[in-house]
């Protein structure tokens, strides 16, 4: 049977040498640490056990890595380590410790999207759900965070906030073009027709030159 060569400890954690094999990185933290003693002689039951242990903490250790630079739901963290072929028993476990944890949280992680996006880019009840499904976010958790964030919201003026962030623009074009480009833009945010016109008619009414314009548009119409 092979022999522990040695065990060291480095920057990366603690590194075992068993002879004929590449040297293998356990975390510190593992009770193999202890239990495997240089000059030791292992066999494959052994070293198997050791192999495992090595596995799991790198894919705890990449999965720490890539939740450091960005947040993950769950279905994106198992991806991040099916992506690396692991065994699929060793990403679920990773999975379920960074889950029991608290590390690994869709609730948290939809909560934070969501409130993050009507800050920063105000959208409907469609573009949420479907950015939380883009995420990984199971259907009814996003549906349900959603509509708990949207709660006695007006469309109206949801549609008010996006148009107004880009209405300087639009103001410059045509009554039509303008019209045309603002019930576009609200549309692929998520809003309904009513919303959206209400909002462009109140925008458009605002200012004196298109206020103008579109009331000789209007009166063309008839």
């Known amino acids: ?26 975390s510190p933290a593992n009770p193999l ?4 003693r240089v000059d030791e002689e292992i066999d494959r039951v052994r070293f198997t056990k050791l192999c495992r242990a090595v596995t799991e903490w790198e894919a705890r250790a990449l999965l720490s890595r890539k939740l450091a630079i960005k947040p ?11 992506a690396e072929k692991l065994a699929d028993d060793i990403a679920k476990h990773a999975i379920r410790d960074f ?18 996006t009507l ?3 105000p959208a409907g009840r469609s573009y949420l759900i479907a950015l939380l499904r ?7 958790l996003a549906t349900e965070t959603v509509g708990l964030a949207l709660a006695g919201a007006d469309e109206s003026e949801l549609a008010l906030a ?15 073009r303008a019209r045309t480009k603002s019930y576009t833009l609200l549309s692929r945010r998520g809003i309904g027709y009513e919303a959206a016109r209400s909002a462009f008619e109140r925008l458009a009414n605002e200012g004196s030159s298109f206020a103008e314009r579109a009331s000789n548009a209007t009166a063309e119409e008839e």
């Open 134 to 140: 883009r995420r990984g976010i199971d259907a009814e």
């Open 33 to 36: 640490v202890v239990e495997f």
């Open 99 to 116: 889950t029991e944890r608290g590390i690994l949280d869709d609730t948290t992680l939809a909560r934070d999207i969501v409130v993050q």
């Open 1 to 26: 049977m092979p022999k522990i060569l040695k065990k060291i400890s480095s920057g990366r954690g603690v590194v075992i040498q068993v002879e004929g094999a590449d040297p293998l990185i356990l």
């Open 72 to 82: 993950r739901s769950v279905s994106e963290a198992l991806r991040i380590l099916q």
């Open 162 to 176: 996006i148009l107004r962030k880009r209405w300087t623009g639009i103001s410059r074009l045509t009554f039509e």
């Open 119 to 121: 800050r920063d880019r």
